[in-house]
């Protein structure tokens, strides 16, 4: 039994052999609610959707909750990019030459930030910022 749906956009409900993102608007179906509107009813255990006159259930009673595709390769890139990091750290601290590049690309990301910090700035052109 779903006892609640915590929704943003990477989340969806999928019953009935179509994905459904849901809104954040999880009013009662007694209430009203706008065209389009998703909600799960906790009461039946089903999904609905508002018709722009009343809460209408879709085909089914067992709705699935997952990610949309766009989670999961967000998801995925983080995983990737978490592996390459261990893997430099490890090789950092095998190799003092390893360890040096990466402490120069932490001074060059750290001078971007600066440099993009003063092009921002008021009263700064983005010409006003010397190469140093």
Wanted: hydrophobic share 35%; aromatic share 8%; proline share 1%.
């Amino acid at each position: 039994m779903i006892k609640t749906i915590t929704s943003d956009k990477y989340i969806y409900v999928h019953g009935a052999g179509t994905g459904i993102y849901i809104s954040k608007n999880y009013s009662s179906s007694n209430g009203s609610g706008k065209l389009g509107d998703m909600m799960y009813d906790f009461d039946n255990q089903c999904m609905k959707v508002f018709d722009g006159q009343q809460w209408q259930s879709m085909y089914g009673n067992h709705a699935t909750v997952g990610l949309t595709e766009d989670a999961t390769a967000i998801l995925d890139w983080a995983r990737h990019k978490r592996n390459e990091e261990l893997e430099l750290e490890k090789l950092a601290k095998e190799h003092t030459s390893v360890n040096d590049l990466l402490n120069d690309i932490k001074n060059k990301k750290d001078q971007i930030k600066m440099i993009m910090t003063l092009i921002k700035s008021p009263g700064h052109a983005a010409g006003d910022v010397q190469s140093q």
